[in-house]
Nanobody, 124 residues
Framework: QVQLVESGGGLVQAGGSLRLSCAAS????????MGWFRQAPGKEREFVAA????????YYADSVKGRFTISRDNAKNTVYLQMNNLEPTDTAVYYC?????????????????WGQGTQVTVSS
C-alpha cells in the first residue's frame, strides 16, 4: 500500500505562485512514477505532470509547460509541483498519484494510488 498526502494549496492572485507537496509512505516510493492531476468543477480529472523514478524524466500537459515544474526528493519520499504564473483556469483540486507500472502514462486509470487532493484557487 502507498499513502499520499498533498499540501500547499490555497488562494492566490493571477500571476502568483504556489508549491504543492505530496508526501508518500508505504511501498518503495522511489521506484514509481509519480503524477499530478487536477479536477476543476464540472470537468473530468486531467493530467498535469509526471516524473519517473529512473533519471527523473519529466512530462507535462501542454497547458502548464513552461509554468509548472515537477520534482521529487526520494530521500524525503516527497514529490513537488512548483506552479508559477498561475491563471484562473488553473483553479482546481490537485491530486498526486502513483503509477506502479513502468513508463509514464497520462490517464487517470493508469495510476494505482491517489491522495485526497488539495484545493488551488486562482483569482483574476
Amino acid at each position: 500500500q502507498v499513502q499520499l498526502v498533498e499540501s500547499g494549496g490555497g488562494l492566490v492572485q493571477a500571476g502568483g505562485s504556489l508549491r504543492l507537496s505530496c508526501a508518500a509512505s508505504g511501498r518503495a516510493f522511489r521506484r514509481y512514477t509519480m503524477g499530478w492531476f487536477r479536477q476543476a468543477p464540472g470537468k473530468e480529472r486531467e493530467f498535469v505532470a509526471a516524473i519517473t523514478w529512473i533519471g527523473g524524466g519529466t512530462y507535462y500537459a501542454d497547458s502548464v509547460k513552461g509554468r509548472f515544474t515537477i520534482s521529487r526528493d526520494n530521500a524525503k519520499n516527497t514529490v513537488y509541483l512548483q506552479m508559477n504564473n498561475l491563471e484562473p483556469t488553473d483553479t482546481a483540486v490537485y491530486y498526486c498519484a502513483v503509477d506502479t507500472a513502468p513508463g509514464v502514462r497520462v490517464t487517470t486509470g493508469s495510476y494505482d494510488y491517489w491522495g485526497q487532493g488539495t484545493q488551488v484557487t486562482v483569482s483574476s
